[in-house]
């Protein structure tokens, strides 16, 4: 596949480690040096260039600046006509670390606000519930326990691509519903935030467990 970063902080370097071998990558962002700087990084195959390359490039774009940037990044990648039919991974948590809640939209999630924005785009929530620290893990595994990314989106065909990218990671890929559910994944997200600042280890993850199946005998 082919994969658009916007932005290129930890979490996009994180992602981008994990999926490079498999799909080819471009960089995008305002700052072209730290673009730059991060793709070279990756490897010599994976290009760089504006938010709006980025979009151009990738048939997934993944929304990787800071929350309160997204509708800015989005404007600069061309708005809804230059993203009409892309999918857009949304890896972001609206949190106020003033008091560790997440933010409503009118009652809506960030990923559902962004889905209005960009109405013929097909938005995705998934990797939003971990420091970047997790996503370098080699795999993600706590307690022997794969970690599972519960994921959301209203296209099927969008949300088996993600899918794809979350076992990429060596991670179990989760799928919880329709992109309301956004409005769940959010705020479970800020509790770990809130550990974290807290003093909690980086590491520190809310993972779905199950037991195993054994057989009971009489």
């Not at 794969?146 to 209203?154: A, K």
């Amino acid at each position: 596949m082919k994969i658009g970063f916007i932005g290129y902080g930890s979490m996009a370097e994180a992602l981008a480690s994990k999926w490079v071998a498999k799909h080819s990558l471009f960089i995008g962002g305002r700052n072209i040096e730290k673009a730059e700087n991060l793709a070279k990084k990756l490897g010599k195959d994976v290009e760089f260039g504006s938010e709006k390359e980025a979009a151009t490039f990738g048939e997934i774009v993944v929304l990787a600046t800071r929350h309160e940037a997204v509708f800015e990044a989005i404007d600069a990648a061309g708005g809804s006509d230059a993203l009409t039919g892309k999918v857009l991974l949304d890896i972001n948590n609206p949190v106020d670390t003033s008091d560790f809640l997440a933010k409503s939209y009118d009652g809506v999630s960030l990923s559902e606000e962004i889905a209005k924005v960009v109405p013929h785009a097909h938005v995705v929530k998934a990797f939003n519930m971990c420091q970047a620290s997790v996503w370098q893990m080699n795999p993600p595994v706590f307690d022997a326990r794969p970690l599972v990314v519960m994921y959301c989106g209203d296209n099927e065909q969008a949300k088996q691509q993600i899918a794809i990218l979350i076992e990429d990671v060596g991670c179990e890929a989760k799928d919880i519903g329709d992109l309301k559910y956004a409005r769940m994944l959010e705020p479970a997200a800020a509790i770990v935030i809130k550990l974290l600042f807290s003093g909690h280890d980086p590491f520190t993850v809310l993972n779905l467990i199950q037991p195993e199946i054994k057989s009971i005998q009489n």
